[in-house]
């Protein structure tokens, strides 16, 4: 199996366009990772090689996103079981980590929020439990846009690049600055280490050859991280939660992932009828920005690694509860928003992609290294940038739950959602974003639920996210201003700005319980790309 590194030059679908198939549908944030996986699909593969195929390229085509050092959350169908899986490779924090490191603000950036990655062991979860080709044979595109090299189609970041270490600003700049749009990044280091990974598997990083040389610079940059973590960290298989939202199933990840406060945010909406307000009223919008806000609430008051305390799901996915909150919405007047303890950040350069096959299987998978770039370190000949994942923990008050306890699972927003039509699946979808995730895409479902919309045209429409840490409303430029400023006038105050990037596929099936047809669009707003098999 080949990739035309050529296929950059491919244009992202025009805006709102929608993309079809009849044997499977891939969605990325690159053409060239969308390739991959549309190649692996052609070859026989399913939707679980075509997924390490596309994670693997997206580490390559996107270093500042995703990758090996990283760690993320995935959504499964499997087909022959009918049945909604999760794989969690958001990780735990290191066992040796002290607390009292992070009482000095330097330490909350770099070296010492490094946690121990996990993505690499999560794809191998998939291959093996599901996939049906070589294990080898899964990153050989990634391999060859590594080594030969891929056109940029935007600039190295300059803020990042200062604080490279010099053996990764010889071949992410040149002149002493960074390569900019246009030219070609080829990252040889990276190619041989994923040609290890395919020789030998992820252990080969999670305490093998890579991860000696990984462990050894970690050391020596002061990170908590040791040998003996990258050979423990390993991804967790578990139960998604799901709720019925207008006659359909939307199943998302369990806790320690935080994508609960999605399925609060659509059970609250789900007690008004919002297709007969409609999306062109300040009132539908008003009524969303009180959804969203109150998730945000229900994210920070309850978020927790459910080994230390337990998350009340039943309540806060029972239709009384939505009640009881939807019934404290004044359609005139904005509530007033008190958070429950500190609101941490989280990244938005994060990287989304869906994925489905001929025979209905179906991943949706959120990965990411944190911030652009990580922590900004990488073992010199590996090419792999180790994330930031404890930068974006909840340093005060010490102890809270989104604080850095040793050895506990890490928390975050992703939300790998599948969305179940008459007993089969019908969406997948994700996004990234940062704590938008869990607001952007339940906004999205209800577009295709409530108004009938298509993927491509529920991906293009305006959204809105509540911003806790701000105590704003953002509200992106195509959101009509006569619009923003109803929400306004009850009280909002309002931001401008773009709001995360999405990917999505549909599956219709056939009265003989296969795949008929599929349907995928990339977010308008990026440089994405959906495809299918021929």
Not at 320 to 349: I, L, T
Not at 370 to 382: C, H
Not at 468 to 477: R, V, Y
Request: charged share 20%.
């Amino acid at each position: 199996m080949r990739i035309l590194l050529t296929s950059l030059a491919l244009a992202a679908p025009a805006f709102g366009q929608l993309a079809e198939s009849r044997s499977g549908m891939v969605s990325t944030a690159h053409p060239v990772a969308t390739q991959a996986g549309v190649a692996m699909l052609e070859s026989g593969g399913n939707a679980f090689d075509a997924a390490v195929a596309v994670a693997s390229t997206l580490n390559v085509v996107e270093p500042q996103n995703s990758g090996l050092g990283g760690y993320g959350l995935i959504t499964i169908y499997d087909a022959a079981k009918n049945q909604v899986r999760v794989l969690n490779a958001s990780g735990r924090i290191p066992k040796g980590l002290d607390r009292k490191a992070f009482d000095t603000d330097s330490n909350r950036r770099g070296a010492k929020v490094i946690a121990p990655p996990v993505n690499a062991r999560a794809w191998e979860q998939l291959s093996r439990t599901y996939g049906k080709k070589p294990w080898k044979s899964l990153f050989e595109s990634a391999a060859i846009a590594a080594g030969r090299g891929f056109v940029l189609d935007a600039a190295i970041n300059e803020k990042a690049f200062a604080e490279f270490p010099d053996h990764a600003k010889s071949f992410y700049g040149r002149n002493g600055k960074p390569l900019g749009k246009g030219e070609t990044l080829v990252q040889r280091d990276l190619a041989q280490s994923l040609r290890m990974v395919a020789a030998n598997g992820p252990d080969v990083l999670h305490g093998g050859e890579l991860g000696k040389k990984v462990a050894a610079e970690l050391a020596r940059a002061g990170s908590f991280v040791t040998l003996g973590d990258l050979a423990t960290s390993r991804p967790e298989w578990g139960d998604p939660i799901s709720i019925e939202y207008r006659g359909h199933r939307v199943f998302t990840a369990a806790p320690a992932a935080n994508s609960f406060a999605a399925l609060v945010r659509l059970g609250i909406v789900s007690q008004w009828d919002m297709k007969s307000i409609g999306s062109g009223s300040p009132e539908y919008w008003h009524r969303w920005a009180e959804a969203l806000k109150h998730g945000e609430y229900c994210r920070l008051r309850y978020a927790a690694d459910p080994d230390i305390a337990k998350v009340p799901l039943a309540r806060l996915l029972s239709p009384d509860y939505w009640r009881e909150q939807a019934s404290r919405v004044d359609p005139a007047k904005a509530s007033d928003f008190v958070p429950p303890g500190a609101s941490p950040h989280e990244s938005a350069n994060t990287t989304h992609f869906t994925v489905a096959d001929q025979w209905g299987n179906i991943v949706t998978m959120t990965q990411t290294i944190g911030n652009t770039f990580g922590s900004r370190v990488m073992a010199p000949g590996t090419g792999i940038w180790l994330n930031d994942s404890l930068y974006y923990s909840t340093w005060e008050p010490r102890g809270n739950p989104m604080d850095v306890h040793a050895g506990r699972r890490k928390l975050n927003s992703n939300t790998p959602a599948i969305v179940m039509k008459d007993g089969r699946p019908w969406i997948a979808i994700g996004a990234a974003g940062g704590h938008t995730i869990p607001q952007t895409v339940p906004l999205t479902i209800s577009r295709m639920i409530d108004h009938g919309e298509d993927m491509a045209q529920a991906l293009a429409a305006p959204r809105i996210a509540f911003v806790s840490e701000s105590n704003t409303l953002s509200a992106e430029p195509r959101l009509a201003e006569s619009i923003r400023a109803g929400l306004a006038s009850r009280g909002h105050t309002v931001r401008v700005a773009d709001i995360g990037r999405l990917h999505g596929l549909t599956v219709e099936w056939g009265p003989d319980g296969k795949p008929r047809r599929f349907t995928g669009a990339p977010d308008p707003r990026g440089s994405g790309l959906a495809k299918g098999p021929r």
